[in-house]
């Protein structure tokens, strides 16, 4: 293992020492939690035995206290195929516990939404606060107190997200994340997109499509193409919060069950009353969030998860900022390409060496921190190996030295681009977001006249009215997390996409969010301050016209306008939308902070 890197290591005492503050508050609090909470005798006869009533055969260890209880916090629905597979979890979990004299219990449901199902349409301005839902419903299902550890089951986009920040509320736990990994490799992703753009451009049907997405997301299992939910998982194995190598194991395979069992196991191993307590305020701290960022760089990961990262983070008493990404984009080699960033799925992925290989690389040049507490024994030099069945027993072996697949993963000597890919770019229009691994060098800079929208409906009318075929900025405000709950724009995509491959300069310009699946289209995301106004003040966004001249540059980090704004009037702001739900999330929207600070009401009303 090399020293680490002099970028890291600043970056990391940069956050340290912004964070001393809130994170001593957050430990102190924690201890507090710990005397108070050291184990379910506190509680009353009558509040015990409601909290064991139906626990069946398990009645006796819990009221007794004979061994530690895991509490189960669930994702599982059987409507999103990445939680499909936990259906059967809990019953098999408990068998697992009462192995090593553990008892199990499911704490409590959190909500599971699939953005693949939700966008373009109106649900999907429910997605983003859903995971403030799911850290209030994890804090609600832990609050009874009855629990010894945490084992969390979720996979995808706002769900990981969600459990842990309301772990992290009752870090005074272990806690072990238990996924339940990605379907089989489907319909290759070049043709499932090839379908899509042809559909975009009215050349072939409806059917077409379809049966294209259906062979491509065929089965129970997470989707493939590297996106926030496998992003997630990435980031789980740099935390150290998964058993190693738990993340890309298909469903229902004995592999995938013999790391649930270890993951029980290992659970029931680190709580307070054993010899290796593993408390997870201790596992998640500033090395731990750094780590994170920089596997999200080295794969080329989620840009959605420069929101969700500083929300993480502050939950544990860390503030993080995009600044941070940057610095930490300038040092990090982008040494894998996984669909939308190449070819391959994260199938391919895995059996080019997958996270294991990244992790070995990453530690032997210095690029992460190898000393953070994890909830395997041996640190993050356990995260380097990966799981095999021999015969019937789970051991691990090195990860392979050398990638199997050049073409999806390298090494650090020999990245695929220098750099991580995630890069800030600010000006008098804001502070964005612009993931460039998937963007040609040569769309690093784009100047043009803008064509401002304030919905991406009204993107796809103007495409397929041809107003947009010419070097243009698209433009679309007022998708920020006060405005209407920053949903996705995905929908925007394959129009700008066939833009692009008629030759003309295009980017796009947005306070919303575009994720892992962005592609191929240089664009500015998560734009803050949003365009609507927060105290009277409205985003530099509300005040451009169409035929402003937008420059968005990777190359200097620039976002800006050559437009004088001085006395323009800010556009209308858009009407509250109601149906859907959407109405019941009127508080969260009122209340939310910037995208950089997270774009939660939740953690901004709490202090956090």
Same mark, same amino acid.
């Given at each position: 293992?090399?020293?680490?890197? #002099? ?19 957050? @430990? ?273 990961? &989620? ?21 941070? @990404? ?57 995260? #380097?190996?990966?799981?095999? @069945? ?22 650090? &000597? ?50 397929? #009215? ?25 929908? @925007? ?106 774009? &939660? ?8």
């Amino acid at each position: 293992m090399s020293p680490l890197s #002099a970028v890291v290591a600043r970056v990391t005492e940069r956050i340290v020492a912004r964070s001393r503050e809130s994170r001593a508050r957050y @430990l102190a609090l924690i201890e507090r939690e710990s005397e108070s909470y050291t184990d379910r005798g506190f509680l009353s006869c009558s509040n015990l035995a409601h909290g064991f009533a139906a626990a069946g055969e398990d009645k006796a260890s819990i009221a007794t206290q004979s061994g530690p209880n895991i509490g189960i916090v669930t994702a599982y629905n059987d409507m999103l195929s990445a939680h499909q597979p936990y259906g059967r979890y809990p019953e098999q979990m408990k068998l697992f516990a009462r192995e090593v004299g553990a008892t199990a219990q499911v704490a409590g449901g959190v909500a599971a939404m699939c953005d693949g199902v939700t966008q373009g349409f109106a649900g999907m301005e429910l997605s983003l606060f859903s995971r403030d839902a799911i850290a209030l419903s994890t804090a609600v299902a832990l609050s009874h107190a009855m629990f010894d550890g945490m084992a969390l089951l979720g996979i995808c986009d706002k769900i990981v997200p969600g459990l842990v920040i309301g772990a992290l509320r009752f870090g005074h736990l272990p806690a072990i994340f238990v996924p339940a990994g990605p379907m089989p490799s489907g319909l290759a992703n070049k043709e499932k997109q090839r379908i899509r753009q042809l559909y975009a451009e009215g050349k072939v049907g409806r059917d077409s499509l379809l049966e294209s997405e259906s062979k491509s997301y065929h089965s129970p299992g997470t989707c493939t193409f590297y996106g926030t939910a496998n992003s997630n998982q990435m980031m789980m194995e740099m935390m150290g919060l998964h058993v190693p190598g738990s993340a890309f194991v298909n469903p229902g395979t004995p592999l995938r069950q013999a790391l649930t069992r270890a993951a029980v196991h290992r659970l029931a191993a680190i709580g307070r009353k054993g010899h290796d307590f593993r408390p997870m305020a201790k596992v998640v701290d500033e090395r731990a969030i750094v780590n994170a960022c920089v596997g999200l760089l080295a794969t080329g990961g &989620s840009t959605n998860h420069a929101i969700h990262l500083p929300a993480m983070a502050r939950a544990a008493g860390i503030l993080l900022d995009w600044e941070d @990404l940057d610095e930490l984009s300038s040092v990090v080699p982008l040494i894998a390409r996984v669909y939308p960033n190449g070819s391959g799925d994260v199938n391919h992925f895995h059996a080019a060496g997958g996270i294991g290989y990244v992790v070995r690389e990453l530690l032997g040049e210095g690029l992460a921190h190898g000393d953070i507490l994890t909830v395997s024994e041996g640190g993050m030099t356990d995260y #380097a190996r990966e799981p095999h @069945l021999d015969g019937e027993s789970l051991v691990w072996r090195d990860a392979p030295a050398e990638s199997h697949d050049a073409n999806m993963l390298r090494p650090v &000597s020999a990245p695929f681009l220098p750099d991580g890919g995630m890069r800030l770019v600010s000006g008098n229009l804001g502070r964005a977001t612009f993931k460039t691994s998937a963007v040609e060098r040569e769309r690093w800079t784009i100047e043009a006249p803008c064509r401002v929208f304030d919905t991406q409906e009204a993107v796809a009318h103007a495409f397929a #009215a041809g107003e947009l075929d010419r070097d243009v900025v698209v433009v679309v405000r007022f998708q920020g997390p006060r405005a209407n709950g920053m949903p996705e724009l995905h929908k @925007l995509t394959p129009p700008l996409g066939v833009l692009q491959d008629r030759g003309h300069k295009v980017a796009l310009v947005t306070d919303g969010r575009m994720s892992g699946a962005s592609g191929k289209v240089p664009a500015a995301i998560h734009v803050t301050p949003e365009a609507l106004a927060k105290d009277d003040v409205w985003g530099p966004l509300a005040y451009l016209r169409d035929g402003d001249v937008v420059r968005l540059s990777a190359e200097d980090g620039s976002l800006s306008t050559t437009a004088d704004f001085s006395g323009r009037e800010p556009a209308p702001a858009p009407l509250p939308q109601a149906g859907m739900g959407r109405e019941l999330f009127a508080l969260f929207r009122a209340g939310a902070s910037g995208a950089e600070q997270g774009a &939660s009401a939740m953690l901004e009303m709490a202090g956090l």
